[in-house]
């Protein structure tokens, strides 16, 4: 399985920017699809975005217009860029990786990281 370090989280006010990265090592990046999730306290992990390996992409209704996920092959890293933060995107982002799965649900992931938080605050 491929092994996935996220970074790029942090404290930011409402409105603010934010840009997550997610390293990943040991597998042919360009054939996976990548997915940023999130978590809440108290909430079930849920979809932010996913991009594909012919760079097509899904976004949760939650962050669209706001948020933007591509991915860099050369680097076998993907990025969720997340601007307009709103307090209620707080959560812990995880980065996944599927080796052949085209859709969005969480369990069809098999690599993940190990989270890095955000904190949406005045």
């Known amino acids: 399985q491929v092994r996935l370090v996220e970074s790029g989280g942090g404290l930011v006010q409402p409105g603010g920017s934010l840009r997550l990265s997610c390293v990943a090592s040991?597998?042919?990046?360009?054939?996976?699809?990548m997915g940023w999730y999130r978590q809440a306290p108290g909430k079930q992990r849920e979809l932010v975005a996913v991009i594909y390996r012919d760079g097509s992409t899904n976004y949760a209704d939650s962050v669209k217009g706001r948020f933007t996920i591509s991915r860099d092959n050369a680097k076998n890293t993907v990025y969720l860029q997340m601007n307009s933060l709103k307090p209620d995107d707080t959560a812990v982002y995880y980065c996944a990786a599927s080796r052949s799965y085209s859709g969005t649900d969480p369990n069809r992931f098999g690599s993940w990281g190990q989270g890095t938080q955000v904190t949406v605050s005045s």
């Open positions: 040991g597998g042919r990046f360009s054939i996976y699809s």
